[in-house]
């Protein structure tokens, strides 16, 4: 079993004056979801996600040793231009990795990022961003230590980035990823996130997620006040046996490759994170009316076709449709012809399972 105190390394071999790196590192989305949290960012239920392909984040970074070593000193650049307003959360997460990386106040750094996908759109760039720092972070530590494993560097990387955003820790790695201990999925963590060691079916190959934006404004309720009303929340304890309990089902149905059984977990893991949030106090709705008319016409659509689309939401208005790769036609058809209208200025961005953080 791993513990934080791993992640805190010994003297380093090496050395480096300036340089930079870059990395992309995708979006997740969630299939049973995380939901509440205990200090240091570690996780009240495991979750697994599908790593996306399409919506990433690419962050180069720039270092420079400086003489003052005493604090962090950093540039952040988003889309070429200095955006102030990303410091603070940089700020505290170098104050919380620092003790990881005790290099952190020996360098200037640029951070130069972008997203591919657009500014504002609802879609959360946490979990894409923090992953492609980390990744940077990470790329740097190596060449400090130059005999670091590679199974070390993408377990600190994902460990890192959970410091950042819970969800981060998902986008380190591909295709299917858990994060948190679960009893029946060996080398599970709370710590940082691993591929699924199990076998996934076929029917699950290139699964496709195409994202509708129905809502693009601010959300009024951020993710981390989310998580903390689940203390004391009334449903809390059920609902975290409940995430155990759907995620050892899906270890059977990602073999099997029972898609109706996979609609069930995954549209009620859905509709269970927003129950979550309207039975909190003070209780919230993140979802907007075109996100119930989108989740009904899928629902008459299913039931029309008997096709295997479904539908899972993150903490926001917009809706992901779930569908395998061999119904995309038909589903990009269904979709233009009655769900495009519930979206705002009719836009969505099509995305498939992907292969995680890449070097650049
Ligand atoms: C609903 O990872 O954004 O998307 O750890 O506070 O940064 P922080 O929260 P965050 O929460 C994501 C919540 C979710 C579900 C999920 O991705 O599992």
Redesign the pocket.
Known sequence: MFTAADFIPNTYTSSIENGNFEWSAPSNI?LV???G?KDN?IPANP?V?FTLNNCKTITKLGFAKKKNQDSFSFDLLFEGKPKEDFKPKIQKFLERVHIYLPFLKEYHFTIDTQNTFPHSSGI?S??SGMAALAMNFMSLEKVLNPEMSDAYFYQKASFLARLG????CRSVKGNVVVWGNQANIGGSSDLFGVEFPYAVHENFNNYQDTILLVDKGEKQVS??VG?DLMHDHPYAERRFAQAHNNLDQLIAIFENGNLNEFIKVVESEALT?HAMMMTSMPYFILMKPNTLQIINAIWKFRNETQIPVCFTL??GANVHVLYPENVTDKVLQFIQDELVVFCQNGQYICDKIGAGAIAL
């Open positions: 969630a979801k995380y939901w949290k960012q979750s996600s959360a946490s979990a955003s819970g969800s981060a993710s981390t998580h994170l993150d903490a």
